[in-house]
């Protein structure tokens, strides 16, 4: 009984390996390079904004204004907006604009990184 136990806990040590004679197989690695297929999307049409009036309006000018703007408009209604909200605007538009300059750069980094060139097709300039 001590034979067969003694057997039987030497068997699934060796697992199986030295009895049937099957030995260690060489494992050879190989590192391949894949280029991958990103497909490339067209650059989105520019953006044409519509023109817009400002009017500086003041105690001084607000009847020549009123009678002006009444000329060519049918309603008299206007938004009005203080000079620090004026300027927080166009701190707001430049922040607009940086941000998407940015964005612009990352998304030409990844193309080229895709296409796997420096040469990249022409991008719209429009800022």
């Known amino acids: 009984m001590k034979i067969l136990l003694l ?3 030497l068997f699934g040590v060796t697992g199986c390996s030295s009895i049937f004679g099957v030995g260690e197989k060489d494992v050879n690695i190989k590192t391949v390079r894949v280029d991958r ?3 490339i999307q067209p650059w989105p049409k520019p953006v044409n904004m519509a023109g817009i009036n400002l ?3 003041t105690e001084n000018n607000y009847e020549e204004f009123k009678e002006r703007f009444m000329s060519k408009n049918k309603d008299f209604v206007f938004v009005a907006m203080s000079v620090k909200d004026y300027e927080n605007l166009a701190i707001n538009v430049q922040d607009v604009k940086r941000y998407i300059k940015q ?3 990352i998304i030409i980094y ?3 990184v ?3 060139t420096k040469n990249t097709k ?3 300039t429009n800022e």
């Open 7 to 9: 057997l039987s806990v």
């Open 55 to 57: 009017y500086v309006v």
């Open 37 to 39: 297929n990103i497909p």
């Open 103 to 105: 964005q612009k750069e």
């Open 110 to 112: 990844y193309e080229v």
């Open 114 to 116: 895709a296409e796997g």
């Open 122 to 124: 022409e991008k719209p």
